[in-house]
Protein backbone atom coordinates (compact mmCIF):
# COMPACT_ATOMS: atom_id res chain seq x y z
CA UNK A 1 0.00 0.00 0.00
CA UNK A 2 2.68 2.09 0.70
CA UNK A 3 4.46 2.11 -2.77
CA UNK A 4 0.73 2.73 -4.35
CA UNK A 5 0.18 5.72 -2.21
CA UNK A 6 3.38 7.10 -2.75
CA UNK A 7 2.72 7.05 -6.57
CA UNK A 8 0.07 8.94 -6.54
CA UNK A 9 1.01 11.29 -3.93
CA UNK A 10 4.09 11.51 -6.49
CA UNK A 11 1.63 12.50 -9.37
CA UNK A 12 -1.15 14.01 -7.50
CA UNK A 13 0.56 15.59 -4.34
CA UNK A 14 -0.43 15.30 -0.78
CA UNK A 15 -3.71 17.10 -0.68
CA UNK A 16 -4.92 15.86 -4.04
CA UNK A 17 -4.42 12.63 -3.77
CA UNK A 18 -7.36 10.23 -2.51
CA UNK A 19 -7.98 7.16 -0.96
CA UNK A 20 -9.88 6.09 -3.77
CA UNK A 21 -6.98 6.31 -6.10
CA UNK A 22 -4.65 5.30 -3.47
CA UNK A 23 -6.82 2.06 -2.84
CA UNK A 24 -7.42 1.29 -6.91
CA UNK A 25 -3.41 1.13 -7.79
CA UNK A 26 -3.18 -0.92 -4.73
CA UNK A 27 -6.18 -3.11 -5.28
CA UNK A 28 -7.71 -2.85 -2.05
CA UNK A 29 -10.67 -1.12 -0.73
CA UNK A 30 -10.68 2.44 0.37
CA UNK A 31 -11.74 0.63 3.76
CA UNK A 32 -9.00 -1.25 3.94
CA UNK A 33 -6.49 1.73 3.10
CA UNK A 34 -8.50 3.85 6.58
CA UNK A 35 -8.11 0.64 8.15
CA UNK A 36 -4.62 0.31 8.19
CA UNK A 37 -3.71 4.35 8.06
CA UNK A 38 -6.73 6.13 9.67
CA UNK A 39 -6.51 8.73 6.98
CA UNK A 40 -4.28 10.56 4.24
CA UNK A 41 -2.52 12.89 6.35
CA UNK A 42 -1.71 10.03 8.06
CA UNK A 43 -0.80 7.91 5.27
CA UNK A 44 1.19 10.39 3.72
CA UNK A 45 3.40 10.88 6.65
CA UNK A 46 3.92 7.51 6.93
CA UNK A 47 4.65 7.43 3.16
CA UNK A 48 7.41 10.16 3.40
CA UNK A 49 8.74 8.34 6.79
CA UNK A 50 9.22 5.24 4.66
CA UNK A 51 10.94 6.79 1.22
CA UNK A 52 12.98 8.61 3.92
CA UNK A 53 14.01 5.46 5.46
CA UNK A 54 14.59 3.19 2.41
CA UNK A 55 16.82 5.86 1.17
CA UNK A 56 19.04 6.38 4.37
CA UNK A 57 19.85 2.80 4.71
CA UNK A 58 20.20 2.05 0.66
CA UNK A 59 22.55 5.61 0.07
CA UNK A 60 24.01 5.75 3.38
CA UNK A 61 25.25 2.13 4.82
CA UNK A 62 27.52 1.65 1.60
CA UNK A 63 29.31 5.13 2.02
CA UNK A 64 30.98 3.62 5.17
CA UNK A 65 32.21 0.73 3.79
CA UNK A 66 35.97 1.55 3.28
CA UNK A 67 37.04 -2.10 1.79
CA UNK A 68 37.70 0.01 -1.15
CA UNK A 69 40.66 1.85 -0.74
CA UNK A 70 41.01 3.70 -4.31
CA UNK A 71 39.07 6.99 -4.12
CA UNK A 72 37.98 6.40 -7.79
CA UNK A 73 36.10 2.79 -6.99
CA UNK A 74 35.04 4.21 -3.92
CA UNK A 75 33.15 7.50 -5.13
CA UNK A 76 32.17 5.41 -8.46
CA UNK A 77 30.44 2.37 -6.19
CA UNK A 78 28.70 5.66 -3.98
CA UNK A 79 27.30 7.54 -6.93
CA UNK A 80 25.99 4.30 -8.66
CA UNK A 81 24.39 3.42 -5.73
CA UNK A 82 22.84 6.75 -5.67
CA UNK A 83 21.54 6.54 -9.74
CA UNK A 84 19.90 3.00 -8.60
CA UNK A 85 18.33 4.08 -5.89
CA UNK A 86 16.91 7.16 -7.95
CA UNK A 87 16.00 4.65 -10.73
CA UNK A 88 14.44 1.97 -8.60
CA UNK A 89 12.33 4.60 -6.79
CA UNK A 90 11.20 7.54 -8.89
CA UNK A 91 8.61 8.44 -6.68
CA UNK A 92 10.58 9.35 -3.75
CA UNK A 93 12.05 12.31 -4.86
CA UNK A 94 8.71 13.68 -5.78
CA UNK A 95 7.14 12.62 -2.54
CA UNK A 96 10.02 14.33 -0.32
CA UNK A 97 9.70 17.46 -2.44
CA UNK A 98 6.15 17.53 -1.56
CA UNK A 99 6.80 16.81 1.86
CA UNK A 100 9.27 19.63 1.74
CA UNK A 101 6.51 21.74 0.83
CA UNK A 102 4.04 20.99 3.17
CA UNK A 103 6.08 21.80 5.95
CA UNK A 104 8.03 18.11 6.58
CA UNK A 105 11.69 18.82 6.08
CA UNK A 106 12.37 15.23 5.01
CA UNK A 107 14.47 15.47 2.03
CA UNK A 108 16.55 18.20 4.39
CA UNK A 109 16.55 15.62 6.79
CA UNK A 110 17.71 12.97 4.85
CA UNK A 111 20.56 15.03 3.01
CA UNK A 112 21.75 15.89 6.65
CA UNK A 113 21.69 12.36 7.83
CA UNK A 114 23.29 11.42 4.74
CA UNK A 115 25.77 14.05 4.64
CA UNK A 116 26.58 12.74 8.49
CA UNK A 117 27.61 9.51 7.47
CA UNK A 118 29.34 10.21 4.36
CA UNK A 119 31.74 13.16 5.76
CA UNK A 120 32.62 10.76 8.91
CA UNK A 121 33.67 8.31 5.63
CA UNK A 122 35.62 11.39 3.79
CA UNK A 123 37.14 12.48 6.83
CA UNK A 124 38.18 8.34 7.26
CA UNK A 125 39.54 8.71 3.71
CA UNK A 126 41.95 12.06 4.23
CA UNK A 127 43.30 10.81 6.95
CA UNK A 128 44.65 7.61 5.57
CA UNK A 129 46.56 9.71 3.61
CA UNK A 130 47.67 11.94 6.60
CA UNK A 131 45.58 14.73 6.08
CA UNK A 132 43.42 16.43 8.53
CA UNK A 133 40.35 17.58 6.60
CA UNK A 134 38.73 20.11 8.56
CA UNK A 135 35.50 21.51 7.65
CA UNK A 136 36.61 21.02 3.93
CA UNK A 137 34.63 17.10 4.45
CA UNK A 138 31.15 18.89 4.83
CA UNK A 139 31.87 21.15 1.93
CA UNK A 140 32.80 18.08 -0.70
CA UNK A 141 30.32 16.08 0.36
CA UNK A 142 27.70 18.88 -0.07
CA UNK A 143 29.21 19.19 -3.72
CA UNK A 144 28.74 15.39 -3.88
CA UNK A 145 24.94 15.34 -2.65
CA UNK A 146 24.69 18.65 -5.00
CA UNK A 147 25.69 17.30 -8.14
CA UNK A 148 24.45 14.07 -7.88
CA UNK A 149 20.89 15.27 -6.90
CA UNK A 150 20.77 17.78 -9.83
CA UNK A 151 22.08 15.03 -12.38
CA UNK A 152 19.25 12.09 -11.16
CA UNK A 153 16.50 15.19 -11.68
CA UNK A 154 17.64 16.64 -14.68
CA UNK A 155 15.67 17.51 -17.68
CA UNK A 156 17.29 16.35 -21.38
CA UNK A 157 16.44 16.96 -24.14
CA UNK A 158 15.42 13.70 -25.82
CA UNK A 159 16.78 10.66 -24.28
CA UNK A 160 18.13 11.14 -21.12
CA UNK A 161 22.55 10.14 -21.49
CA UNK A 162 23.34 6.47 -20.15
CA UNK A 163 23.57 6.75 -16.31
CA UNK A 164 26.70 4.92 -16.40
CA UNK A 165 28.15 7.50 -18.51
CA UNK A 166 27.14 9.97 -15.98
CA UNK A 167 28.24 8.47 -13.20
CA UNK A 168 31.78 8.15 -15.15
CA UNK A 169 31.73 11.72 -14.84
CA UNK A 170 31.26 12.49 -11.50
CA UNK A 171 33.53 9.80 -10.82
CA UNK A 172 36.28 11.86 -12.92
CA UNK A 173 35.35 14.99 -11.23
CA UNK A 174 35.31 13.97 -7.87
CA UNK A 175 38.75 12.65 -8.30
CA UNK A 176 40.42 14.82 -10.49
CA UNK A 177 39.21 17.39 -7.73
CA UNK A 178 40.46 15.70 -4.99
CA UNK A 179 44.30 15.10 -6.63
CA UNK A 180 44.11 18.10 -7.19
CA UNK A 181 43.12 19.68 -3.63
CA UNK A 182 45.76 17.09 -2.46
CA UNK A 183 48.68 18.70 -4.49
CA UNK A 184 48.28 21.77 -6.42
CA UNK A 185 45.43 23.36 -4.48
CA UNK A 186 46.50 22.35 -1.29
CA UNK A 187 45.82 25.80 0.42
CA UNK A 188 42.19 25.24 0.11
CA UNK A 189 42.34 22.41 2.28
CA UNK A 190 44.26 24.45 5.02
CA UNK A 191 41.73 27.51 4.59
CA UNK A 192 38.62 25.05 5.29
CA UNK A 193 39.99 24.13 8.78
Given amino acids: ?3 SAAGV ?6 QAATIEQIARRAGVSRQA ?18 IEERAFEAIGAP ?29 AFPVLREAERMGDPALTRLRERLAAVYTEAS ?4 ARHGVDSGRADKALVTLFFAMTEALVQASWDGE ?7 IDLLTEFTVGGVVRLRTA ?9
Fill in 33 to 50: VYEQFGDRTTLFAQVVAD
Fill in 123 to 126: RQRW
Fill in 1 to 3: MLG
Fill in 9 to 14: FAVHGA
Fill in 63 to 91: ALDLSQPELRSWARANYANMFAFVAANPD
Fill in 160 to 166: PPDADAL
Fill in 185 to 193: AADVMERLR
